[in-house]
């Protein structure tokens, strides 16, 4: 059970000789606080591990429902490296995108999960009830700095291909894998177009975002510069592009920028 993933469906009733383990561990899986609260776990000596994301074609994401530390290792006892917040710098809801999920040895579950902070990259450990219940998408962004295009897949199927334009040498787009947190539209911005997502990079200065810091993908009113390498970390994309892309891509899609 330690490296699979789990289905995004479960069936409500066992087949004949399914390990009891295995069971018990996906209906605590399935538990959330939308469905109701498990039957506290009993304490055991084993431990469990399910993965919850593998960036391609299944990704689980949440919102907190409480605030709380995030530490290196499955442990409260381990060291804090961050803490959740509700509402990202925009005033969205904060989405973590989610790893995997831990059952200790006292049945107590832990989930780890990307940081949506400086540094890139960021990882580490909550307890379970700290997150609302799990959401999944079944999409993926792939930004080819090289190439200069962005490309939406949902599972082996490409749905949408752009070119976009991405940070000059000077301000770049930082590599990585991220996801987007956040989605909304501008009223009047010729400068952003009308659609914009907000993402989980963060470049190492002022980028051309509201606010500074967060690379984000939205519109332009120079579409003469895309395809090339205009913006302070941004991702471009003319306008209809973005339009569109925004439309087939849910909050929550893994981004990876290479």
Same mark, same amino acid.
């Given at each position: 059970?330690?490296?699979?993933?789990? #289905?995004?469906?479960? @069936?409500?009733? @066992? #087949?004949?000789?399914?390990?009891?383990?295995? =069971?018990?561990?996906?209906?605590?899986?399935?538990?959330?606080?939308?469905?109701? %609260?498990?039957?506290?776990?009993a304490?055991?000596a084993s431990?469990?591990?399910?993965? $919850?994301? !593998?960036?391609?074609? %299944?990704? /689980?994401?949440?919102?907190?429902?409480? =605030?709380?530390?995030?530490?290196?290792?499955?442990?409260?006892?381990?060291?804090?490296?961050?803490?959740l917040?509700? $509402?990202?710098?925009?005033?969205?809801?904060?989405?973590? =995108?989610?790893? /995997?999920?831990?059952?200790?040895?006292?049945?107590?579950?832990?989930?780890?999960? @990307?940081?949506? #902070?400086?540094? !890139?990259?960021?990882?580490?450990?909550?307890?379970r009830?700290?997150?609302?219940?799990?959401?999944?998408?079944?999409?993926?962004?792939?930004?080819? +700095?090289?190439?200069?295009?962005?490309?939406?897949? #949902?599972?082996?199927?490409?749905?949408?291909?752009?070119?976009?334009?991405?940070?000059?040498?000077?301000?770049?787009?930082?590599?990585?894998?991220?996801?987007?947190?956040?989605?909304?539209?501008? @009223?009047?911005?010729?400068?952003?177009?009308?659609?914009?997502?907000?993402?989980?990079?963060?470049a190492?200065?002022?980028?051309?975002?509201?606010?500074?810091?967060?690379?984000?993908?939205?519109?332009?009113? +120079?579409?003469?510069?895309?395809?090339?390498?205009?913006?302070?970390?941004?991702?471009?994309?003319? !306008?209809?592009?973005?339009?569109?892309?925004?439309?087939?891509?849910?909050?929550? %899609?893994?981004?990876?920028?290479?």
């Amino acid at each position: 059970m330690g490296g699979t993933l789990l #289905r995004s469906t479960l @069936r409500p009733a @066992r #087949r004949a000789g399914a390990p009891l383990a295995v =069971l018990a561990g996906l209906a605590l899986i399935a538990a959330s606080p939308a469905s109701g %609260t498990a039957p506290p776990p009993a304490r055991s000596a084993s431990t469990m591990s399910i993965r $919850l994301s !593998n960036d391609r074609d %299944t990704t /689980r994401w949440a919102t907190p429902v409480r =605030l709380a530390d995030i530490h290196r290792h499955p442990s409260g006892r381990s060291q804090r490296v961050g803490r959740l917040r509700f $509402l990202t710098e925009d005033g969205f809801p904060e989405v973590y =995108l989610l790893l /995997r999920q831990h059952t200790d040895v006292h049945g107590r579950q832990w989930v780890r999960l @990307r940081i949506p #902070r400086r540094p !890139n990259g960021r990882l580490g450990w909550v307890p379970r009830d700290a997150l609302g219940p799990y959401e999944v998408v079944h999409t993926r962004l792939v930004v080819d +700095e090289r190439a200069l295009t962005v490309t939406l897949y #949902r599972g082996a199927r490409r749905l949408f291909r752009a070119h976009v334009g991405i940070g000059k040498p000077s301000t770049p787009t930082p590599r990585g894998r991220f996801w987007i947190r956040e989605k909304f539209r501008f @009223r009047s911005s010729p400068v952003y177009g009308t659609y914009a997502m907000g993402t989980s990079a963060y470049a190492p200065h002022l980028t051309d975002w509201p606010g500074g810091g967060v690379v984000g993908m939205h519109g332009t009113d +120079e579409p003469g510069l895309i395809p090339g390498r205009p913006s302070h970390g941004c991702i471009r994309l003319r !306008n209809a592009a973005i339009a569109r892309l925004w439309r087939l891509t849910p909050v929550g %899609t893994p981004l990876r920028i290479e």
